[in-house]
């Protein structure tokens, strides 16, 4: 039996930067997952777009996104530094183009809606769109320059902070927790297959769509993440070659598409949201559409090597907002439900937990918003019968 300050089962995106942002306040950590850094983060795109992923109804959670995006440079830097690798974090723009003139009537308006919230968002005809993207199909009618709306790459990243966490000192068991212990309505530790335990003062629940599954949660408080199946691709091109600059994003008859432009030649081109529970088959469908729409927007995607087909499952919430922060059960605290906004949110997630961890006085603002607005209260877990 060991005991630690802090378990994280999970090691996704949102359980490693957890962890390591514990360690790095003084607790000692033990993180569990068989696969560290794989997970749905590794198949992610890396979009940190915080104007271009604004949906009507979600004015909170952009808030939380903006808060997390800025806090993405002093995140990488820190990284960087603990690991010496680099993560790819790259200033890189959105550009999101209407195709036809009834795309163009949408982007007009979510141009006006975005410009509302003060957000950096510039209207381009079809010229300046193609002044800024010389490849982009001649159809395009116009679109949206979102500067600030950044990329980092998602693989990169992960491999930083899984060396970064081990460098700190973080215990990583590369073990699937098997059940969560509680007593007297108090959270104990957890139990691992071969049936060893592992006691802590606090556990958190980091396990992305599966967070749900774990066994020992009472029923009252599991949190209600479903899995949303996400199929992406990745192309290859000359690294000599700059087919796009900026991320592209575009709707193609009513389906949005993105190509996100790693900078050496590399493409990542997605994605389908499909409620299939826990299936990550790759389909020829998806990989059709996507390619079908994607062609729309630069048709020079025609000459890239198509190098990986993944499927990857979004931890989804009911209102589409996380769950951060005590869950209830004292000594459990949820890091989970991120959605399609899980790589963007880290920074801000991992802060929000660590503040609970250690109960302190919350002072930053966007952490008391972030705990306020994605409490795992307002699911009522506490009143499920
Ligand atoms: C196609 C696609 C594109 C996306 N693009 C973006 C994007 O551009 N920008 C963005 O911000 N977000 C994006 N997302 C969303 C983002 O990937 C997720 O929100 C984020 O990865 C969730 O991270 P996580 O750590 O919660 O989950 P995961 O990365 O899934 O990690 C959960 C971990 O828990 C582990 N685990 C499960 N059960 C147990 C157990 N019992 N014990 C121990 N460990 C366990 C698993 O092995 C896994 O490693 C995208 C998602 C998809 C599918």
């Given amino acids: 039996m060991t005991h630690a300050d802090t378990l994280v089962v999970g090691g996704g995106i949102i359980g490693l930067a957890t962890a390591f942002r514990a360690r790095v306040s003084g607790l000692s950590v033990t993180l569990l997952d068989p696969s560290p850094a794989q997970g749905t983060s590794r198949v992610a795109a890396g979009m940190l777009a915080p104007v271009s992923e604004l949906h009507y109804g979600e004015e909170r959670l952009l808030e939380m996104n903006i808060a997390s995006a800025q806090l993405y440079p002093s995140f990488v830097a820190e990284l960087e530094d603990a690991s010496g690798r680099n993560v790819g974090y790259r200033r890189c723009g959105t550009l999101i183009v209407a195709v036809d003139p009834g795309d163009k009537d949408i982007l007009v308006e979510l141009c006006d809606y975005q410009r509302s919230f003060g957000l950096e968002a510039t209207w381009l005809d079809s010229r300046d769109c193609r002044s800024e993207e010389p490849f982009l199909a001649p159809r395009i009618q116009g679109g949206i320059l979102a500067s600030s709306d950044h990329q980092v790459d998602t693989r990169k990243l992960l491999d930083a902070l899984l060396a970064a966490v081990i460098n700190a000192g973080v215990r990583v068991l590369h073990e699937p927790a098997a059940e969560l212990l509680v007593q007297h309505d108090r959270i104990e530790g957890v139990r691992l297959e071969n049936d060893d335990t592992l006691r802590a003062a606090s556990v958190v629940l980091a396990a992305g769509c599966w967070s749900g599954t774990l066994a020992g949660i009472p029923s009252r408080l599991a949190p209600p993440v479903r899995p949303v199946k996400g199929q992406i691709l ?40 499909e409620e299939r529970g826990f299936d990550t088959a790759v389909t020829a469908g998806a990989v059709h559409d996507i390619l079908r729409d994607a062609r729309q927007l630069l048709p020079q995607i025609n000459e890239l090597e198509l190098i990986e087909v993944k499927a990857g499952l979004r931890p989804g919430s009911p209102d589409n907002a996380p769950l951060v922060g005590d869950s209830g059960l004292d000594g459990l605290v949820f890091a989970t439900g991120h ?9 801000l997630t991992a802060y929000a937990v660590v503040s609970c961890l250690t109960s302190e006085t919350q002072s930053d603002a966007s952490i008391t918003n972030m705990l306020e607005y994605c409490s795992p209260a307002r699911m009522n877990l506490a009143m499920k019968p």
């Fill in 234 to 273: 990745r192309l290859r091109g000359p690294a000599d070659t700059t087919y796009l600059t900026h991320t592209l994003r575009g709707v193609v008859n009513g389906s949005p598409v993105y190509i996100v432009p790693r900078g050496d030649g590399r493409m990542v081109v997605g994605a389908t949201s």
């Fill in 339 to 347: 959605q399609r906004n899980g790589i963007l949110l880290t920074p």
